[in-house]
């Protein structure tokens, strides 16, 4: 799906190394989000920008993690130093439409592994 | 605060005949609704939502819901079911007065549709 692009489509890294997601919405959506799936936890809401500004990272699981958006056309997630737990689908996904009305719109996700 | 519950985690059906994948909400205020799809190996996509308006809302692939409001429920309809419709299905909800529109997302149905 053109709309948002996510890189590495697929990452396999040891434990202790540095890993960093990439997120290239279209421009012009006020709100990005990151979420991190797992079977064991479901949809996890890690971090929301709005404006490139960071909003609410709540839900960023522990100081290991950080996210950027310097512009908004772009965003990162970063993992450092990467754990076994941290094994799973990342999701980027922008805002469409209307405000609160407005629907997600997903890019395909990274499938991190971490041994 | 907002949440939604779907009480299946799999739902079994044959082809061709109709299906219900279930979700229930919690919201202050009137909810807004949304339905997901997420075949394997891909990112949530978009089926349809409601915001006002008539109860019964139609979406992508053939798929419908109906707002209930007195039994604060939104499940997902089809009235003839496909082979290729199985895949990972998720009902959210946001409040209209939710500042960041984030969407809380239910825990999944998995749709088997069996020849």
């Known amino acids: 799906d053109a709309g948002v692009i996510q890189s590495p489509r697929h990452e396999v890294t040891e434990m202790g190394q540095e890993v960093t997601l990439r997120c290239k919405p279209i421009?012009?959506?006020?709100?990005l989000f990151w979420y991190r799936q797992t079977m064991m936890r479901g949809l996890e809401l890690l971090i929301y920008?709005?404006?490139?500004?960071?909003?609410?990272d709540s839900g960023m699981p522990e100081d290991r993690f950080s996210a950027k958006m310097p512009n908004a056309s772009f965003s990162t997630l970063k993992i450092q130093p990467s754990e076994p737990r941290d094994s799973a689908v990342y999701f980027c996904a922008i805002l469409v439409g209307a405000g609160s009305t407005g629907e997600l719109f997903f890019g395909e996700g990274s499938r991190l592994t971490v041994l | 605060a907002q949440s939604v519950a779907q009480p299946e985690d799999q739902v079994n059906v044959a082809e061709g005949n109709p299906l219900t994948v279930k979700c229930t909400y919690s919201?202050?205020?009137?909810?807004?609704l949304f339905w997901y799809v997420q075949y394997p190996n891909r990112g949530l996509q978009f089926l349809l939502k409601?915001?006002?308006?008539?109860?019964l809302v139609k979406g992508s692939y053939g798929f419908e819901a109906e707002f209930n409001k007195s039994q604060t429920s939104f499940h997902l309809k089809k009235p003839s079911a496909l082979v290729s419709d199985s895949a990972l299905y998720f009902c959210?909800?946001?409040?209209?007065?939710?500042?960041?529109?984030?969407?809380?997302f239910g825990g999944g149905t998995r749709l088997m549709v069996k020849p």
């Open positions: 959210a909800v946001r409040a209209p007065n939710n500042a960041g529109n984030m969407l809380t």
């Open positions: 409601y915001i006002t308006g008539d109860n």
């Open positions: 920008f709005n404006n490139n500004v960071p909003i609410d």
């Open positions: 421009s012009g959506h006020d709100y």
């Open positions: 919201v202050s205020g009137n909810p807004y």
